[in-house]
Nanobody, 114 residues
Framework: QVQLVESGGGLVQPGGSLRLSCAAS????????MGWYRQTPGKQRELVAI???????NYSVSVKGRFTISRDNAKNTLYLQMNSLKPEDTAVYYC????????WGQGTQVTVSS
């Protein structure tokens, strides 16, 4: 049974930083693509960043240059370093894993507010 558990969300002031983690269990995810999405009430889930099994990364235009996706294969963990946070980054952030199907974590709330 594959499980993804996000952590690291919280309240931060504009311009601040947070690092999200996503711990995977039930499968070795080192060779598979993973990503981060976010969602705000009333809107569709938005892709934020992806990383392939080979380590290639890609970002949405809205976060490029501010967010960094990475993975620690030894720990089976995905990260999202978020810098220069803006109020519009406020959302529930979900990690995802692409295997024979798509797996989702439960989400972690990020609130950027003064």
């Amino acid at each position: 049974q594959v499980q993804l558990v996000e952590s690291g969300g919280g309240l931060v002031q504009p311009g601040g930083s947070l690092r999200l983690s996503c711990a995977a269990s039930g499968s070795d995810v080192s060779r598979n693509g993973m990503g981060w999405y976010r969602q705000t009430p009333g809107k569709q889930r938005e892709l934020v960043a992806i990383i392939t099994g080979g380590g290639t990364t890609n970002y949405s235009v809205s976060v490029k240059g501010r967010f960094t996706i990475s993975r620690d294969n030894a720990k089976n963990t995905l990260y999202l370093q978020m810098n220069s946070l803006k109020p519009e980054d406020t959302a529930v952030y979900y990690c995802t894993l692409w295997l024979e199907r798509t797996y989702w974590g439960q989400g972690t709330q990020v609130t950027v507010s003064s």
